[in-house]
Nanobody, 121 residues
Framework: QVQLVESGGRLVPAGGSLRLTCEFS????????MGWFRRAPGKEREFVAG????????LYSDSAKGRFTISRNSARNTVYLHMTSLKPEDTAIYYC??????????????WGQGTQVTVSS
């Protein structure tokens, strides 16, 4: 069973930057594409960014493109999300999961606790 632990979220002013970390354990996910998702208050969880397993190709939602960068360190079973030029609308709980790269859907039904990002205006 895989465990996903997200960290790095905090309160930041608009225009600020953050780096989120997702650590996974229980099984190797190095052969999986990985992704970040977020759930804003009153909204459904949405895809933010994804990275493939071997060729490290990345993709982003329209709202994240140009501002967020996803990366991974397979040796450390870790995935990162570097966020810049943060906006109040980026306020959400951020989660990671393995993804189907074509559909951008999460692979595992269970989620970590997420990490709260709050951007003040």
């Amino acid at each position: 069973q895989v465990q996903l632990v997200e960290s790095g979220g905090r309160l930041v002013p608009a225009g600020g930057s953050l780096r989120l970390t997702c650590e996974f354990s229980g099984r190797s996910l190095n052969n999986y594409s990985m992704g970040w998702f977020r759930r804003a208050p009153g909204k459904e969880r949405e895809f933010v960014a994804g990275i493939r397993d071997t060729i490290l190709h990345t993709l982003y939602s329209d709202s994240a493109k140009g501002r967020f960068t996803i990366s991974r360190n397979s040796a450390r079973n870790t995935v990162y999300l570097h966020m810049t030029s943060l906006k109040p609308e980026d306020t959400a709980i951020y989660y990671c999961n393995a993804i189907d790269y074509n559909t951008r859907k999460a692979v595992f039904p269970s989620w970590g606790q997420g990490t709260q990002v709050t951007v003040s205006s």
